[in-house]
């Protein structure tokens, strides 16, 4: 599975963007997807997870401010975020799970470790 992860950019505060991650390989439907995020010198963090068409999860830092779908037509996840705020800058990547088939417990949309495959990153940077 490759995932390419897009839509980064330098936006004023309270302004928005969408991050994209498209992924080849492997159908996301069948996959549990994450976005994670990594500020300067700071450990790299869960900011959302779905899987298509049963679940979703956010941190509670962007809850409320942020939305994670999917296109299954074109293979790829989106992360739309609002109301962004300086402490938002960071490089998000994104992250696919093996097939959900091959879990036979309780997925954790927030360790890291649950996924194993990852994009490149794209940064985002929310000017004050």
């Known amino acids: 599975v490759q995932l390419q992860a897009s839509g980064g950019g330098l936006v004023q505060a309270g302004g928005s963007l969408r991050l994209s991650c498209a992924a080849s390989?492997?159908?996301?439907?069948?996959?549990?997807m994450g976005w994670f995020r990594q500020a300067p010198g700071k450990e790299r963090e869960f900011v959302a997870g779905?899987?298509?068409?049963?679940?979703?999860k956010y941190s509670d830092s962007v809850k409320g401010r942020s939305t994670i779908s999917g296109d299954n037509a074109k293979n790829t996840v989106y992360l739309q975020m609002n109301s962004l705020k300086p402490e938002d800058t960071a490089v998000y990547y994104c992250?696919?799970?093996?097939?959900?088939?091959?879990?036979?417990?309780?997925?954790?949309?927030?360790?890291?470790?649950?996924?194993?495959?990852w994009g490149q990153g794209t940064l985002v940077t929310v000017s004050s």
């Open positions: 992250a696919a799970s093996r097939p959900v088939s091959a879990y036979t417990g309780t997925f954790s949309y927030t360790r890291e470790a649950q996924y194993d495959y």
């Open positions: 390989g492997r159908t996301l439907s069948s996959v549990y």
């Open positions: 779905i899987r298509r068409g049963v679940s979703t």
